[in-house]
């Protein structure tokens, strides 16, 4: 079945210093969607950015990431880290092909320092 | 934006108690979902829904129990409930493929099984 790898379970970074967390899949469907959710405390996962498209780097509240089928892989980044930023960041995957199965990194919690 | 709101927000029961975790969602969105978020391992589908009456199979099943009765309502049953058990439970709705399967969770609701 559909798998996510999220490696890094913890990060920790000083503020200002660029963030790339790692995501990596496994499935079976060329059309699937990768998502970048994120949980900050006392608050409900929300979507952070999206993308079905290969090679097309998809940008939401400074944060940017782009799907490489070849790879399997759609990394977060950020170019410098906010205090704000800190919170758990869940990568995802949708099959899209009909059933709406929707499968969960175990996710990367991330700290920013001052 | 979507509205889910779960019911209770916070419960605990004895091993081998009966519990139901109630989910409903005023978007008119076909699917639906029952997560448990657990450090280390993420959010991990239970069950899902793509209609009243409809019921997926998740990758984590085992011990629950979950119906549609209707578009709106999504409940999740644990019988025998047990320490294992024990978790943050986020319910979440989507369109489907309509908006790239974007899911929109719920506040949550946190049981402990003593």
Redesign the interface.
Known sequence: GDSVTQKEGLVTLTEGLPVMLNCTYQTIYSNAFLFWYVHYLNESPRLLLKSSTDNKRTEHQGFHATLHKSSSSFHLQKSSAQLSDSALYYCALSENYGNEKITFGAGTKLTIKP | EAA?TQSPRNKVTVTGGNVTLSCRQTNSHN?M?W?RQDT??????IH?S?GAGNL?I??VPDGYKATRTTQEDFFLLLELASPSQTSLY?CAS?D??IS?????????SRLIVV
């Open positions: 889910v699917y979902y997560y280390g391992h993420g959010l991990r589908l899902y793509y997926q998740g990758d986020f989507s489907g493929t790239g399967n974007t899911l929109y969770f719920g506040e949550g």
